[in-house]
């Protein structure tokens, strides 16, 4: 069974920078395409991130040249830099596999908040 765990989100200012981690366990991070997904209320998840075995990176506009997905491969953990902070990152952050659905299993998220 697929267990993740965020952590790293908080408080920010706008221009600020944060870096989120994702502790998984159940399956490996360099056998699976991972992604980082954020959600605010009233909306739909959405894919920011996303980083293949073979270590090829795409990212949503909103956060490109901004934000950064890498992984270790020893640790099992995905990692998300965020830099040049904006008050629209604000979200629920978290992380899973990138064909993980509703049903999947997901972690509790972690909260980024930036004031402006």
């Known amino acids: 069974q697929v267990h993740l765990v965020e952590s790293g989100g908080g408080l920010a200012q706008l221009g600020g920078s944060l870096r989120l981690s994702c502790a998984v366990s159940?399956?490996?991070?360099?056998?699976?395409?991972m992604g980082w997904y954020r959600q605010v209320p009233e909306n739909q998840r959405e894919l920011v991130a996303s980083i293949t075995m073979n270590y090829i990176r795409n990212y949503v506009d909103s956060v490109k040249g901004r934000f950064t997905i890498y992984r270790n491969d020893a640790m099992n953990t995905v990692y998300l830099q965020m830099n040049s902070l904006k008050p629209d990152d604000t979200a629920l952050y978290f992380c899973?596999?990138?064909?993980?659905?509703?049903?999947?299993?997901w972690g509790q998220g972690t909260q980024v908040t930036v004031s402006s």
């Open positions: 899973n596999t990138l064909s993980a659905g509703a049903f999947d299993s």
């Open positions: 159940g399956i490996r991070v360099n056998t699976n395409a």
